[in-house]
C-alpha cells in the first residue's frame, strides 16, 4: 500500500472519529457502534483504497498498549474479589465457546475440518476488551460489572489466541492431546512468568527515573517488550503484557513523582482513545475487502452458518452468566460472595459478550496453504467471523443501554459522589494534620492559619459540589458561575499577557492552573 493511500486511509480513520463522536451524543447510540458502521460505509466511498489491515498490524501494534493500559489501570482489590467469575470466564466461558462454535460451523458446514472448525471457534471466542466496558462504563454500570467484564477480557485473548495457535499448529503437524496439554502449560506459565520478570526490571528502572518524559517512553516501550519477546519465544505474549501491566500498576503509585503520573495518565487516556478509536474504524473500512476475498464462495451456506454459531456463541454465554455462575455457593469461603450476583447483573455480563477486531486479527492468521496446497474453507472462515463480528459488535452494543435502564442498573452519580466524598475526606484529613503540627509546635501558628484557612476553603467547594449534586438544586447555576468566573481568570491573564507584565510560559502555567482547578474538567465533563 502506497503513502498515498496511507494518508487517505488516515484522513478516512480521523473524519470517522469525528463525525461518530458528534453524532453518539446526539443520537444517543454507542460510539463503538458509529464507528463501525460509518468506517464500513466509509469502505465503499470512491476514493478510499480496498483495505487489508495484516493481522500483525492488530496483533502487535493495537493490542499490546491497549491490554497494557487495562492491566496497569486495573483495580487490583475488585479483581481479586472477583477472581472466581473472572477466572469461569476467561478459561472456562473461552474453552466451552471454542468447541462450541467449532462443532456449530461443523454442522452448518460439513465440509469445513475440525482444526479450521477450532481456528475459527478460537478466533471468536474472546470478547473485545474495548467496546463493552466503554458502553457499560459510560452508562455508570455497576463497578462489579464493569470490573468482570474487563478482567475477563484482558485474559481470553490469550487463551484464545493459544487455542488457536495449537489448531494451526494441528493443521501440518501430527498433533496428540498429550501434546496439546504441554504446549498449553508451556504457553500460559511462560507467558505469565516472563510478564512478572518484564515487570520486575520495569520497575526498577522507573524507580530511578524522574524525568517525566523518560518515563512515557519507559511505559510505552513496556508492553512491547513484554508481548514481542513472549511470542517469539512460543509463550503467549497477551498473557505477558498482562502480568507486567498489572504488577507496575499495583506499584505504579509509589514508584513516580506526581509529575510523571499526571503526565503519563494524560497520555496514556489520548493513545488509547485513538488506538481504540482507529481500531473500530478500520474495522469497518476494511469489510469491502474481506466481502472480495470471498466473493466467489457460496452465500447462502456462509449466511446460515453465521446465523447458526452466533446463536451458539451468545447462548453459551448467556446460559453461563445465568446457570454456572450460581454454582459459586458450592465453593469453599470467601468465593461464595459470587452469589451476590443478581439474575440481572449475571443477564448483562452475559449480553456483553462483543467481538471485535482481535477476533478478525486472528482469522486473518489461518495460513492460505498447507504443504503447498490451498486451504479449504479459509475464504468461508473468514467471511463467518467477520459477519459475527459485526452481528455482536452492533447488536449488543445498541441494545446494551436499553438493557441496563429496563434493569435499573445505571448508577447515574455513583462515581461522582464517591470521588467527590473521598476528596472531602483527604482534605478533612489534612486539616486535622495541620492541626495537630500546631499544637505540637512543630509549625508556628501564622504558618498554620494560612494553610487552615487554604485547605478550609477547598471543603468547602467541594462540599458545595456534594450539596449540587445530591440535592440537584442549582446545578446549573452552579455551573454557569463556575463558567463566568474561569472566563473572568482567563480574560485577566490575556489582558496581563498582552501588556507585557507577564511571559508566555508564565501565561501557560496559570492557564494550566485555571483548567485544574475546574471540577468539570477533573470529571471528564465536556
Same mark, same amino acid.
Given at each position: ?6 494518508? =487517505? ?20 447510540? @454507542? ?48 479483581? &481479586? ?49 474495548? %467496546? ?15 470490573? =468482570? +467484564? ?20 494441528? *493443521?501440518?503437524? %501430527? ?20 510478564? *512478572? ?33 513472549? $511470542? ?6 497477551? *498473557? ?30 489520548? /493513545? ?14 476494511? +469489510? ?27 447462548? +453459551? ?21 459470587? =452469589? #451476590? ?25 489461518? @495460513?492460505?496453504?498447507? #504443504? ?30 436499553? /438493557? ?41 501558628? !501564622? ?15 467541594? !462540599?458545595?459540589?456534594? $450539596? ?13 458561575? !463556575? ?8 480574560? &485577566? ?5 498582552? &501588556?507585557? &507584565? ?10 494550566? !492552573? +485555571? ?12
Amino acid at each position: 500500500m502506497g503513502a498515498s493511500s496511507l494518508f =487517505i486511509i488516515g484522513l478516512a480513520v480521523m473524519v470517522v472519529v469525528l463525525l461518530s463522536r458528534a453524532l453518539a451524543g446526539r443520537l444517543g447510540l @454507542p460510539e463503538v457502534s458509529l464507528l463501525v458502521i460509518m468506517g464500513s460505509a466509509a469502505g465503499f466511498l470512491p476514493g478510499v483504497p480496498e483495505t487489508h489491515i495484516p493481522p500483525e498490524l492488530v496483533l502487535l501494534g493495537f493490542l499490546p498498549p491497549l491490554v497494557y493500559y487495562a492491566a496497569f489501570f486495573s483495580a487490583p482489590r475488585e479483581t &481479586k474479589a472477583d477472581a472466581v467469575p473472572i477466572i469461569t470466564l476467561a478459561f472456562g466461558l473461552t474453552v466451552v465457546t471454542t468447541f462450541a462454535a467449532a462443532m456449530a460451523a461443523r454442522w452448518a458446514m460439513p465440509g469445513l475440518g475440525w482444526a479450521v472448525a477450532i481456528a475459527l471457534g478460537a478466533a471468536i471466542a474472546p470478547t473485545d476488551s474495548v %467496546s463493552a466496558s466503554s458502553v457499560l462504563q459510560r452508562l455508570n454500570a455497576p463497578p462489579r460489572i464493569v470490573t =468482570i +467484564v474487563e478482567g475477563e477480557s484482558l485474559i481470553n485473548d490469550g487463551v484464545a489466541l493459544t487455542a488457536f495457535g495449537l489448531a494451526v499448529e494441528a *493443521l501440518s503437524t %501430527s498433533f496428540t492431546s498429550g501434546h496439546g496439554l504441554v504446549r498449553l502449560t508451556e504457553v500460559v506459565v511462560g507467558g505469565v512468568g516472563y510478564g *512478572l520478570v518484564v515487570g520486575f526490571v520495569i520497575s526498577r528502572i522507573r524507580r530511578r527515573t524522574r524525568d517525566p518524559r523518560s518515563q512515557i517512553i519507559i511505559s510505552l516501550l513496556t508492553p512491547y517488550l513484554a508481548y514481542v519477546p513472549a $511470542d517469539h519465544l512460543g509463550f503467549s505474549g497477551v *498473557l505477558a503484557t498482562v502480568a507486567a501491566g498489572f504488577y507496575l500498576g499495583t506499584r505504579g503509585e509509589g514508584m513516580l513523582q506526581p509529575a510523571s503520573r499526571l503526565t503519563g495518565q494524560l497520555f496514556w487516556r489520548v /493513545l488509547v482513545f485513538l488506538l481504540e478509536s482507529a481500531l473500530f474504524v478500520l474495522l469497518g473500512i476494511q +469489510v469491502r475487502g474481506i466481502l472480495h476475498e470471498v466473493a466467489a464462495h457460496t452465500w447462502s451456506h456462509v449466511v446460515l452458518a453465521a446465523v447458526v454459531v452466533s446463536v451458539v456463541i451468545v447462548v +453459551v454465554r448467556l446460559a453461563w452468566a445465568l446457570f454456572v455462575f450460581p454454582f459459586a455457593r458450592y465453593l469453599p469461603g470467601r468465593h461464595r460472595h459470587l =452469589i #451476590h450476583l443478581s439474575w440481572r447483573e449475571r443477564f448483562i455480563i452475559g449480553w456483553s459478550g462483543m467481538r471485535g477486531a482481535i477476533s478478525l486479527a486472528i482469522v486473518l492468521s489461518v @495460513p492460505v496453504s498447507v #504443504h503447498g496446497s490451498p486451504l479449504r474453507g479459509r475464504g468461508e472462515v473468514i467471511l463467518l467471523t467477520a459477519v459475527i463480528v459485526f452481528v455482536t459488535l452492533i447488536g449488543h452494543a445498541m441494545t446494551l443501554p436499553a /438493557l441496563l435502564r429496563r434493569f435499573g442498573l445505571i448508577e447515574t452519580d455513583r462515581a461522582r459522589i464517591e470521588q467527590m466524598e473521598t476528596r472531602r475526606m483527604v482534605i478533612e484529613s489534612a486539616l486535622a494534620r495541620i492541626d495537630a503540627l500546631a499544637e505540637s509546635g512543630e509549625v508556628d501558628d !501564622r504558618t498554620a492559619m494560612t494553610y487552615r484557612e487554604l485547605y478550609e476553603d477547598r471543603l468547602a467547594r467541594v !462540599r458545595a459540589l456534594l $450539596d449540587e449534586d445530591l440535592d440537584d438544586i442549582g446545578v446549573a447555576e452552579a455551573r454557569r458561575l !463556575r463558567r463566568e468566573v474561569r472566563r473572568a481568570q482567563r480574560e &485577566k491573564l490575556i489582558r496581563l499577557y498582552r &501588556k507585557g &507584565k507577564i511571559s508566555a510560559e508564565t501565561w501557560r502555567a496559570a492557564n494550566r !492552573r +485555571v483548567d485544574l482547578e475546574d471540577p468539570d474538567i477533573r470529571r471528564g465533563v465536556g
